[in-house]
Structure formats: C-alpha cells, structure tokens
C-alpha cells in the first residue's frame, strides 16, 4: 500500500506535495484541471514534467488523477453527454503526461432514465471510447452514496459495468464513506470482511485498485455524502486497521479524502492512516 491523500495544486504544486511529504504522504490525488467546470486548461507539458521530476525525486507514487465531477456518460442531454464524453478523453490523456495510472470517474447520474438504462449507456461509451484513451491509463470507477438518481453505489452496479472490459483497462476505486451511506455495515470487521467478499464475488478484488479512505459525519445507509475526519466519524477508526490488515498491492494508493484539506487536519489524518500500518490486527 501506499498511503496518500488528495492534493489541490492552489498556491503551489511543489509546496504543496513537500508539506504532505512531511506528514509522511506517499501517494496523492490531484485534479487535472477545473473539478466543477468543463474546461481543463491549456496543456503546459513543460511545468508537468517538472512536476512528474518531483514527484520522482520524492518518491510519491502513484499519482491519481481524479475526473471533474461534471463528467456523467450516463447523461441523457446531448450536449451534457457530450462533453463529459471529450472532457473525459482530454483527462486521460493529462494523466498519460503526469505518468499517471489511474484517472477516477463517479459513474454518473441516469436522471430518471432508469439504472439498467443508464448502465448501459456508460457500458456503450466506454466501449467505443476505449481505444481513443492511452493504454498505459487505466479508468476506475468510484462507488458513490447513492443519493438521487447516482449510479454505482451498489456493487452489483459496478459490476454491471466494470465486468465487461480487460482487468488493466477498466477497474474500482472504493470510497469507505460512500460505501457506508449506501448501506454497507463498514462500522465493523466482520461488516467489512462482508463487504469484501462481495465485492469479490462480484467483481474480484485484483479490480479494486485504489482506495479512497474516509469517515462518515452520516448514519449508514443514510445515502448522504459527508465525508468526516478519521476516527472522529461513524465507521471507526477498527474498521480502517482492519481494511488496511489486508494484503493489498505494494502500490496500491490509498487516499484520503477528508475535510479541510490543507489545514492540519491533514497532518492528523495522514499520521493517523499511517499509525494502523502493519499494527498487528486481529478480529
């Protein structure tokens, strides 16, 4: 595992990533560009290998490029489909230049479509889309709270979709605190050890390749996502040395994606994530 957090690159990419590292960061999300926006910016190759440089020299890896949150290939407006269909195809190739493996989606919204018709929809587009995409960069679906008309926040979604393309094109990035307000019990290790096995069954685990590490501020089930500092939210901080007692990938990121990012919550989430390493668990 390597045990990271989500990044802004406000005020500062380079000083930014040599705080976290000082807090022990080994891993970091970033967004490639405008996260509630449809643009992404000029392409500026020169300052991004400068940053993949540092990056290197830090030893920080991987690098997670997390997709705008406007992007929804299940979208039944054409223009909004549309876009998220070449915003999409502009953040896997960023993430091609960071040297980045992974670029995460939120499955999208079928907006009263229906969720068999909107998992199709997001099944058809990435299958067209696929080849377009640099093969070194693979997409990972996130799991979400299940509010609304949100697709994949059960893992029978997930699988609907993930289960039908190559295990290094196509995999999941499992949010704890969006899982818990869809309902899964993670509050304890026999809730989690089930939630695994689930996701085994349906999924397997070898396509679960990054983890977003949370506490909820919400009850499970709740379908809200309020993701809380860890240790002081609903699942506990048993559960996440339970889940990091697995034996996960030596690369494998695990990235928090907590509160107040860029205040010393930091300092205290990632110290915490890092202090249930290699603890000696045992349910």
Avoid at 83 to 98: G, I, K, N
Avoid at 225 to 236: C, E, N, P, V, W
Wanted: with cysteine.
């Amino acid at each position: 595992m390597r045990i990271g957090m989500h990044m802004s690159v406000s005020r500062g990419f380079e000083k930014n990533l040599r705080r976290l590292t000082d807090f022990g960061c080994q891993a970091v999300q970033i967004f490639a560009g405008n996260p509630t926006g449809w643009r992404m910016g000029k392409t500026d190759r020169a300052a991004i290998a400068r940053r993949v440089k540092l990056l290197q020299e830090l030893s920080v890896f991987p690098l997670v490029i997390h997709s705008a949150y406007l992007i929804n290939l299940a979208s039944s407006s054409p223009e909004t489909y549309q876009r998220s269909v070449e915003l999409l195809a502009l953040t896997m190739e960023r993430a091609a230049l960071y040297r980045s493996p992974y670029v995460v989606l939120h499955t999208g919204n079928h907006g009263g479509q229906g969720v068999e018709r909107g998992l199709q929809k997001v099944t058809d587009t990435i299958s067209r889309e696929l080849e377009r995409w640099p093969a070194g960069v693979e997409l990972l679906l996130e799991n979400t709270a299940g509010s609304g008309t949100a697709l994949g926040s059960r893992l029978e979604e997930l699988a609907a979709v993930v289960n039908n393309f190559p295990r290094n094109r196509v995999g999941v990035c499992l949010d704890t605190a969006h899982a818990w307000a869809a309902g899964y019990a993670l509050d304890s290790p026999h809730g989690l050890e089930e939630t695994l096995g689930q996701f085994d069954r349906l999924i397997g685990l070898d396509r679960l390749r990054a983890l977003h590490v949370n506490d909820s501020k919400v009850a499970c089930g709740s379908k809200v996502d309020r993701h809380q500092h860890l240790g002081k939210g609903s699942i506990g901080l048993r559960s996440f040395e339970a889940l990091l007692a697995y034996s996960w990938p030596e690369e494998m990121p695990v990235i928090l994606e907590t509160p107040e990012m860029g205040s010393e919550w930091d300092h205290h989430n990632l110290t915490t994530l890092l202090s249930l390493v290699d603890k000696d668990f045992s349910l």
